[in-house]
């Protein structure tokens, strides 16, 4: 009996799945979206204006709150915010409520975000915010809501209708209210003239300010490690300076220190096509001359993409006066993350 309940049952869902257009549904949802963003684009005014002069001449934090579904994307407008350069953070309003209000402060700046503007949570805060003289900026779907009308400045979502099929779930108006925060995040962006580097300095952890930050200083092998034979020494003994430093290659350097050349496995290959007797002939004769080299304090992506366009897997890294004070591999970028 519970066999074929259990079939019944698999073979409702099997029929029900098969009569639903799953695809058809997802181009509906990104149709009404796509519309609804492209509305949005066309409906912006001068509020947005009014916004970015807000934030940018805030001398405190951006605080951002919302309840719900708003409280989500708030949470990741403020987390843009802050990694672009506007001092940002989420404040839960339901908190904000018994206690965590406390994080907000005169020179700041509140963003509220609610679909309907009427959110209770939010709406309570609003006569402490003004008390504290914070400006407040709504995102709303409704210009006519309480916190449209309590805020310096009201930003609308324009949103006609959810993708949802019941026009209940909040989709459509969460789309628009993150792409509206993105828009005032790069806005803000820009007018700080905030560059790569700042962005690094706020992503030290990840992979991208490893590639922003990192330069071949602090990776290369320096001093005892650096592999480096004089120009008269043979080159026998010159696979003996690269077999110890385990860089593949060996520099050539004169009297006076300056890199001559460069002498690598290829190079070997080719000294004994032409059948040259290594344990006499000098390592000058057979190396590569002027050496692709990197000016010592450049970023590590920097030598990695010239190692690439090179189709090298090695490098020495020479200060001004073109002297070798380092060399790099390409084992070595990869370990430090930079790839």
Known sequence: MLTMSMNKTQGCCHSMSKRINFLETAQTVFQNEIEALQQLQISLNDSFNQACELMLNCKGKVVVCGMGKSGHIGNKIASTLASTGTPAFFMHPGEANHGDLGMLAKG????????SGETHELIGLLPVVKRL??????ITNNPKSTLAKFSDVALDINVEKEACSLGLAPTTSTTATLVLGDALAVALL????????????SHPGGSLGRKLLLTVDEIMA???????????AT????????SDKGLGMT????????????????DLRRALDRRIDIHKSTVEQVMTPNSITMIQGKLAVDALNLMQRHKISAMFIVNDAKKPV???????LLKAGVV
């Open 235 to 242: 080159v026998m003994q010159a696979l003996l300076e690269i």
């Open 251 to 266: 520099g050539v350097i004169d009297s006076d220190n300056n890199l001559l050349g460069v002498f690598t496995d290829g």
């Open 133 to 138: 003289g914070v400006p407040v900026i709504a």
């Open 326 to 332: 380092g060399a790099i591999k390409m084992h070595t």
């Open 222 to 232: 320096v001093e005892q490690e650096l592999p480096l034979v004089s120009h008269s």
């Open 108 to 115: 700041d700046v509140l963003i509220g975000i609610s679909n």
């Open 190 to 201: 820009e007018a700080k003239g905030f560059t790569a580097n700042d962005f690094a300095l």
